[in-house]
């Protein structure tokens, strides 16, 4: 399955180009961004290298991630949306959004549509995803896809030089109706 384009309501995912480089570099490369992800700012040659990789995994067989561009209207990558395979039927979800895009839907849209597509067409049975917990963004997306919270990982991630807990949200395949808000 590659190269896939999955449409939105307001965004597409589609597997990341190498001329999204510089795109990517916006957002893995911005503090405002990272503080709340799992891994530091990166810099232009780590950005080019992430692309480079996510290209490379995408076209494997069987393919293990489903790491995608999210895309604008105009086709631009605005931020990225991550299921990772892990295990039978089961996927971590993962996804960031360009701070200079905040406040439009763009993290709500594609995590819902990520998450479909997981359940849909790739006959997940569970999702899963964590977050730190003083991101109270990205904890409403999850919450507005019906996710339900687990519990706390303690120490769960080291990021920008300190541990950092992260809080365990999941659905089921039998909990998605796919019309979440």
């Given at each position: 399955?590659?190269?896939?384009?999955?449409?939105?309501?307001?965004?597409?995912?589609?597997?990341?180009?190498?001329a999204?480089?510089?795109?990517?570099?916006?957002?893995?490369?911005?503090?405002?961004?990272?503080?709340?992800?799992?891994?530091d700012?990166?810099?232009?040659?780590?950005?080019?290298?992430?692309?480079e990789?996510?290209?490379?995994?995408?076209?494997?067989?069987?393919?293990?991630?489903?790491?995608?561009?999210?895309?604008?209207?105009?086709?631009?990558?605005?931020g990225?949306?991550?299921?990772?395979?892990?295990?039978?039927?089961?996927?971590?979800?993962?996804?960031?959004?360009?701070?200079?895009?905040?406040?439009?839907?763009?993290?709500?849209?594609?995590?819902?549509?990520?998450?479909?597509?997981?359940?849909?067409?790739?006959g997940?049975?569970?999702?899963?995803?964590?977050?730190?917990?003083?991101?109270?963004?990205?904890?409403?997306?999850?919450?507005?896809?019906?996710?339900?919270?687990?519990?706390?990982?303690?120490?769960?991630?080291?990021?920008?030089?300190?541990?950092?807990?992260?809080?365990?949200?999941?659905?089921?395949?039998?909990e998605?109706?796919?019309?979440?808000?």
């Open positions: 399955m590659y190269p896939i384009t999955i449409p939105g309501r307001v965004i597409i995912l589609r597997d990341m180009r190498s999204d480089a510089a795109d990517a570099l916006a957002i893995v490369g911005d503090d405002r961004v990272t503080q709340w992800l799992s891994f700012s990166r810099d232009q040659a780590a950005a080019v290298a992430m692309v990789g996510t290209i490379q995994r995408a076209q494997l067989t069987p393919r293990t991630e489903y790491y995608l561009a999210v895309a604008d209207a105009s086709d631009r990558m605005i990225f949306a991550r299921l990772g395979l892990t295990g039978h039927q089961a996927a971590k979800l993962g996804y960031a959004i360009g701070a200079d895009h905040w406040g439009h839907g763009y993290a709500t849209d594609a995590a819902r549509t990520i998450v479909n597509f997981g359940f849909q067409e790739l997940l049975h569970r999702i899963t995803a964590a977050i730190g917990p003083d991101n109270a963004a990205s904890i409403a997306v999850v919450e507005r896809l019906g996710m339900q919270f687990e519990g706390r990982l303690r120490d769960h991630v080291f990021t920008n030089g300190a541990w950092r807990d992260s809080l365990l949200y999941s659905i089921l395949g039998p998605w109706s796919g019309a979440a808000a």
